[in-house]
């Protein structure tokens, strides 16, 4: 059956879009191989099919499914043969409760470091549109917002705590191997990697720094194949 | 086999500790009784036999266990009959993770609205302890830490929000029944409410207040059963 994955694209062929890299990896954990179709910010007619605009947008078959956490509850509910992505059902529901924290604890600390160099990142098509809505979003130009980045990165360190902590006595997030939500987390930093040349990690963060190696090496380097930046892993 | 919990005594025989309540609510989930010893913060030479100062420490039979986290391993791997505390290992994993969240992010975001209001709270015996060691670890006085309590208020509503979210799709942290993570989370607000008379939710906050509401009435009302604070639930 044919597996097609929608995800973001940006300029120089960067996919920095988190939420695409959750459904890059998922699919990678559960041993298959989707098509991946790259669609800018301004192309989400392409997705329409889809019954709303957003990426990643998987297509298994005769089944559409969009949204990162769907994605991750379909390959484990329809591929209950290949490694699990929560570890059952307390898994899961403690994985979506990380979600939640991941997408309203860390990576609003990440974005106000990021967006101003999604700006160079995203397709040159979308820059106008980058720029308008995120301007929107933060109240304030991306420049503007630049100007405080070293406030924004002092903010960082302490969301990244709970992460620090659980790392430095596990190797992953889900114990001994990683799953889904380490995928979750990690996605987080490889947005970083894929449009900012400075390390959003310091030199002294050690724990997160080996984990985010480890991540970048699962799957035969699957997250170091793509175009990024050295400086971070 | 006779089950010891020492937990932390207060004034007026108030039980405010988010770690105690984390262990008393795991012995409940398993449906155990155990005999209750609490010791006032100057008296842990009481628990030196667990070789360690902290409380909660758990005594089962030959076993001794300190510290929340240990309790609640205790309690899943010594107990497998009863109900589970996590969810299988996937939810063991994930839920260690909450708990560092719940120690990084939720206690600390709540710890200097509430640290003032244990000066009165504590037992008498232990202001002068608490007062210092408090004072030392804000690097200001509790007096001077309770007039930012307005600041404080205001950066705790962003920090319950990965909550707030996971509690709008899901009765409870775990799914359809409560379970350890959801213990971590109420614990903080059990603290609150044994300590303060003021509400630290809003009263608009109708999701956080409604679970907290079914927290309170496990196993038979046991968290009203304490002295506390009717203004929070």
Redesign the interface.
Same mark, same amino acid.
């Given at each position: 059956m044919a597996l097609v994955l929608y995800e973001r694209l940006c300029a120089d062929d960067r996919r920095p879009s988190p939420p695409c890299w959750c459904a890059r990896l998922a699919l990678a954990h559960k041993g298959l191989t989707p098509e991946i179709q790259a669609i800018k910010f301004t192309e989400s007619d392409r997705v329409a099919f889809s019954g709303q605009t957003k990426v990643p947008v998987l297509v298994d078959g005769q089944k559409v499914i969009h949204d990162s956490w769907g994605i991750a509850c379909h390959l484990e509910d329809d591929y209950p043969e290949t490694p699990?992505l929560? #570890?059952?059902?307390?898994?899961? @529901?403690?994985?979506?409760?990380?979600n939640?924290?991941v997408?309203?604890?860390l990576l609003?600390a990440l974005a106000p470091i990021l967006v101003p160099y999604m700006l160079a990142a995203v397709h040159p098509d979308d820059r106008a549109y980058y720029r308008q809505t995120r301007e929107a979003r933060f109240g304030m130009s991306l420049e503007q917002l630049a100007l405080r980045r070293a406030v924004f990165r002092e903010a960082l360190d302490?969301?990244l705590?709970?992460?620090r902590?659980?790392l430095a006595?596990?190797s992953f997030?889900? #114990?001994e191997r990683p799953?889904y @939500?380490d995928y979750l987390a990690f996605a987080a930093f490889q947005w970083a990697r894929s449009v900012c040349d400075v390390d959003v990690l310091a030199p002294q963060d050690t724990t997160l720094r080996l984990w985010r190696r480890c991540m970048l090496d699962l799957f035969g380097g699957l997250a170091r194949s793509v175009e990024a930046y050295d400086s971070a892993g």
């Open positions: 699990s929560f #570890g059952g059902s307390g898994g899961r @529901a403690l994985t979506r409760m990380f939640h924290w997408d309203h604890g609003p302490p969301v705590e709970p992460l902590q659980r006595e596990s997030v889900c #114990g799953a @939500a």
